[in-house]
């Protein structure tokens, strides 16, 4: 790299074991699959590890250690959200790499070791991605499940990365391949994917990597209309199937006083108990099942805490900064649809409430995975309230049986492995003529699991006043990552030149004309780091003659 930046990962190859490798601030799990891929030299690697437990550093450490052996030219990260390529961005700057997000070439400025683009960005520039990509572009694909599901990401990524020879796929959760099988990954007789390195959720919490997950369910009295008969039933009885998706939907109505609205108060109190044990700025999640039902569920939390929460939605403008700012803020709430999943990284969510009509074993999984998060506030343990659904039930006592036998592995007690059943969604959260929510009364139960310690959810007392922080000494901040230099460079830049336009009466074309003759360059989009800054120089000073 040139233009200033840092150049830590093109160092002269060295061969041979790295002792970046072994590195002790690396977790085990995350060196033992370094080590695993000391010997890969092509193909597919896929690294299946639980969400929180740190797919990113391994990756990119993996990327440093290639780039300075000289093994590769270029690195390509693929991820399924544009907010993701740039914490991607983010973390490769803090392992010495730079990445450009969004790039519309795969080849890009000699500031940058790489690109962090979105599957439907590598799908739709697929054709000059692969025109630019060769044996020697390491391709990192992020939440690699997504191919399955997007059929069209899948045929566009093939296309552009057809030529490297190195592609790390990570994922979080256990996928199939019922749908579309991603080529170069193997699945066992159960249609599973079979990764390379494993380190499940319950390996996470054993090594303390994750926090554990208390599943409180709740169920009661649930009544609602179905035609023109009056139906009455807990979760605990069988109903024929469309039944049971009334009966869900009727626990997760908003409209029923004793219903959702009450685990809503429950959950508060819990979150208001979690806050008062120390973890001031832990904050809580509720999956709505759509957008009404979400600004419906928010109303509510105002009510009951006394606090207006975040609400994020797909489709709203500024929805990606909303939750930007409740991941670094301190507010008490976020209601979410489907904005909340894989990749998004609020640590400080403890408590949260299922409220979703998807019921997927992998959508359960997504959203199990952003209550484990360490790294903010004490305490070991999150809690998720959910209806008491026999599908939901199901796959909670999935996870706390992979966990409980992780932990008899731990003691000497080896036991045989098996895979979760996905089970299919059952539920709709379209209007459904005949069906009307009428009343429910339901209550949390005792955890799911009753292990000592996780007893039954009661109203917490309200905190302590907060005691005045200790006096901290201010921390030198972290250097801007390259692509965020060049976004305020090329904004300054921008506006120099409109003031040279104006001050020479002409138009801006003509004034960036003058500015990319001065440097040699034929377009902005061309220019190093080092040339925007020259750049900026000049126009200063000639607007201080033209003055």
């Known amino acids: 790299m040139t233009g200033g ?27 033992r699959a370094l080590g695993a891929a000391e010997s890969w030299r092509g193909g597919p690697f896929l690294i299946a590890a639980a969400p929180g437990a740190g797919k990113t550093r391994p990756s990119l450490v993996l990327a440093r250690e290639l780039l300075r052996r000289r093994e590769i030219d270029r690195v390509a990260i693929v991820c399924p959200t544009a907010p993701l390529t740039r914490q991607w961005a983010a973390a490769a700057a803090a392992q010495g790499l730079q990445l450009q997000p969004d790039a519309a070439n795969l080849r890009t400025t000699d500031d940058f070791h790489g690109i ?16 630019e990509c060769g044996p020697r572009t390491l ?20 296309k552009a990365f057809a030529a490297a020879d190195r592609k790390l796929l990570l994922s979080g959760t256990p996928f199939r391949s019922d749908d579309a099988p991603i080529p170069g990954i ?54 024929p199937a469309r039944e049971r998706g009334r009966r869900y939907r009727t626990a997760i109505s908003t409209e029923l006083p004793e219903g959702l609205p009450r685990i809503l108060r429950q959950a508060d109190e819990k979150l208001t108990g979690v806050r008062a044990d120390g973890h001031r700025d832990a904050g809580g999640l509720v999956i709505a099942a759509d957008s009404t039902h979400a600004r419906v569920v928010a109303a509510a939390l105002a009510d009951i805490s006394g606090e207006k929460p975040t609400v994020v939605l797909h489709q709203d ?128 139960q005792m955890n799911l699991f009753g292990e000592p310690g996780d007893v039954a959810v ?33 904004a300054r830049r921008h506006s120099l030149v409109s003031e040279l336009a104006r001050s020479r009466r002409c138009g801006h074309r003509e004034a960036n004309r ?34």
């Open 5 to 31: 930046t840092q150049t830590t990962a093109t160092a002269t190859p060295g061969g041979g074991s790295s002792s970046a490798f072994a590195d002790p601030s690396l977790r085990a799990w995350q060196r």
């Open 116 to 131: 962090a683009v979105t599957y439907a960005r590598a799908s739709a520039s697929a054709a000059t991605y692969g025109r």
């Open 139 to 158: 391709v990192i694909a992020d939440e690699v499940h997504h191919l399955g599901d997007e059929l069209a990401w899948g045929a566009g990524f093939r």
């Open 186 to 239: 193997s699945y066992d007789a159960s249609g599973f994917a079979e990764p390379d390195i494993a380190y499940s959720y319950a390996e996470a919490i054993r090594d303390g990597v994750c926090r554990r997950v208390v599943f409180v369910p709740f169920d009661g009295t649930l009544v609602w209309q179905s035609g023109e008969d009056t139906i009455e039933s807990s979760f605990a009885e069988e109903l």
């Open 317 to 444: 403008a500024g929805a990606h900064r909303r939750l930007r700012e409740f991941a670094s803020g301190k507010g008490r709430w976020i209601v979410a649809v489907n904005m909340v999943s894989e990749g998004v990284d609020i640590p400080r969510l403890r408590v949260g409430v299922y409220a979703t009509a998807a019921k997927t074993a992998m959508i359960f999984r997504q959203i199990v995975g952003r209550f484990v998060r360490v790294g903010s506030g004490s305490g070991d343990r999150s809690w998720l309230f959910l209806p008491a659904e026999p599908v939901l039930r199901s796959h909670a006592a999935q996870v706390e049986d992979e966990i409980h036998r992780v932990m008899r592995r731990a003691r000497g007690e080896d036991e045989g492995w098996e895979q979760p059943e996905d089970h299919v969604q059952t539920e709709r959260s379209d209007p459904e003529l005949g069906f009307v929510p009428v009343a429910a009364d339901v209550v949390p």
């Open 458 to 490: 009661q109203p917490m007392a309200a905190p302590p006043p907060a005691r005045a922080a200790a006096a901290a000494e201010p921390e030198e901040p972290a250097p801007l990552p390259a692509f965020e230099r060049r976004r305020i460079l090329r």
């Open 514 to 547: 003058w500015i990319n003759s001065k440097l040699g360059i034929r377009r902005v989009d061309d220019a190093t780091i080092a040339q925007l800054e020259r750049s900026c120089e000049l126009l200063v000073a000639e607007l201080g003659r033209s003055r």
